[in-house]
C-alpha cells in the first residue's frame, strides 16, 4: 500500500517567517491532495495537484508536485499566527480506489 | 462546494454504551468515508458507506463495533459500540462530492470514561 512521510512532524515558526512541509510518497503520485486542521476539528481543503510539475498557490500557500521525486511540498510565505494547525497531505488509495489515504500531519505554530 | 453537518460536535461516554454520530450533506453524493482520529495522530480509515450496499471496512475495523448506515444519498450515520476509553478519539465523516473533490464534516470528538 501506498504511504505518505510528511516532514517535519511539527514545526514552530515566528510570525512573518517562510516555510515549506514535505510531503513523500512511497509509490509515484498521481496526484495529490494538501488539508488543513485546525486543532480537533475538521479538515478544510487547500489545493489538490494532479500532474507533475504542477503548482497551485492561494493566498500565501504555495504547492508543488515533483513526481519524478515522488514528493509534494507546501510552502507558506509570511507566515500568520491564522496559519497554525495540522497540515495533512492525501493520495487516492491504490488500485482505483476511491478512499484518500493520510500522511501523519504536519503541525505549524506561529508565535506573535 | 459541499456542506457536511456532523452531530454531536462532541460527547462524553460511559464505557459500555454506544454512541451514533450523523452527517448530512447538502448534496447527493454516492460515496461517504467515515474516519477515526486517534489523539496526536493522523485519519485512519474506517469504511466506506454508499448508499444501497453494505459499508466496506478496512482491516482492523469490523461492522459489530462500527455498524454504518446509508439509507439515501444524502446522509450516513456511524455507531461506536460497546466503548472503551481506547475509543476515545475524533471521528470524522467525509464526502466524494466530485471525482478530484473530498468534503470532511466538522468532527465528533469523543471521550469515553
Known amino acids: 500500500s501506498q504511504e505518505l512521510e510528511q516532514s517535519p512532524q511539527s514545526l514552530i515558526v515566528q510570525e512573518g517567517k517562510n516555510l515549506t512541509i514535505n510531503c513523500t510518497s512511497s509509490?509515484?503520485?498521481?496526484?495529490l491532495y494538501w488539508y488543513k486542521q485546525k486543532y480537533g476539528e475538521g479538515l478544510i481543503f487547500l489545493m489538490m495537484?494532479?500532474?507533475?510539475?504542477e503548482e497551485k498557490s492561494h493566498e500565501k500557500i504555495t504547492a508543488k508536485l515533483d513526481e519524478k521525486k515522488q514528493q509534494s511540498s507546501l510552502h507558506i510565505t509570511a507566515s500568520q499566527p491564522s496559519h497554525a494547525g495540522i497540515y495533512l497531505c492525501g493520495v487516492k488509495g491504490q488500485g482505483g480506489s476511491e478512499k484518500l489515504v493520510f500522511g501523519k500531519g504536519t503541525k505549524l505554530t506561529v508565535n506573535p | 462546494s459541499a456542506v457536511i453537518s456532523q452531530k454531536p460536535s462532541r460527547d462524553i461516554c460511559q464505557r459500555g454504551t454506544s454512541l451514533t454520530i450523523q452527517c448530512q450533506v447538502d448534496?447527493?453524493?454516492?460515496?461517504m468515508f467515515w474516519y477515526r482520529q486517534q489523539p496526536g495522530q493522523s485519519l485512519t480509515l474506517i469504511a466506506t458507506a454508499n448508499q444501497g450496499s453494505e459499508a466496506t471496512y478496512e482491516s482492523g475495523f469490523v461492522i459489530d463495533k462500527f455498524p454504518i448506515s446509508r439509507p439515501n444519498l444524502t446522509f450516513s450515520t456511524l455507531t461506536v459500540s460497546n466503548m472503551s476509553p481506547e475509543d476515545s478519539s475524533i471521528y470524522l465523516c467525509?464526502?466524494?462530492?466530485?471525482?478530484?473533490?473530498?468534503?470532511f464534516g466538522s468532527g465528533t470528538r469523543l471521550t469515553v470514561v
Open positions: 467525509s464526502a466524494q462530492t466530485n471525482p478530484y473533490g473530498y468534503t
Open positions: 509509490k509515484t503520485l498521481y496526484g
Open positions: 448534496s447527493q453524493v454516492t460515496m
Open positions: 495537484l494532479q500532474k507533475g510539475g
